[in-house]
Nanobody, 122 residues
Framework: QVQLVESGGGLVQAGGSLRLSCAAS????????MGWFRQAPGKEREFVAG????????YYADSMKGRFTISRDNAKNTVYLQMNNLKPEDTAVYYC???????????????WGQGTQVTVSS
């Protein structure tokens, strides 16, 4: 399995932006479908965005479309999540994931990072 380490979380005011990064170990990063999930306190984990192995295809949860952008740099073994126009309801722990299928189901991703906290104040 690939090891994942997220960074870039923090506290931001509503309407602001953050860019999360996820660094992956190993030489097979480009063989993984990558994604982001999040979990808010008291809520179930939810899918945020995913990206294909080449980066040519991306997909998002409806509530994130137009505000969040996922991208990857296979030369740097890194996947990013650019988050714009953040809202208080975006407050959550954000997890980077790696898997073998283009999917929005958490069970299809076998590798998870430790998570990074994003807090959006109103």
């Amino acid at each position: 399995q690939v090891q994942l380490v997220e960074s870039g979380g923090g506290l931001v005011q509503a309407g602001g932006s953050l860019r999360l990064s996820c660094a992956a170990s190993g030489r097979t990063f480009s063989s993984y479908v990558m994604g982001w999930f999040r979990q808010a306190p008291g809520k179930e984990r939810e899918f945020v965005a995913g990206i294909s192995r080449s980066g040519g295809s991306t997909y998002y949860a409806d509530s994130m479309k137009g505000r969040f952008t996922i991208s990857r740099d296979n030369a740097k073994n890194t996947v990013y999540l650019q988050m714009n126009n953040l809202k208080p309801e975006d407050t959550a722990v954000y997890y980077c994931v790696a898997g073998s299928s283009v999917s929005a189901a958490s069970t299809d991703f076998g590798s998870w990072g430790q998570g990074t906290q994003v807090t959006v104040s109103s």
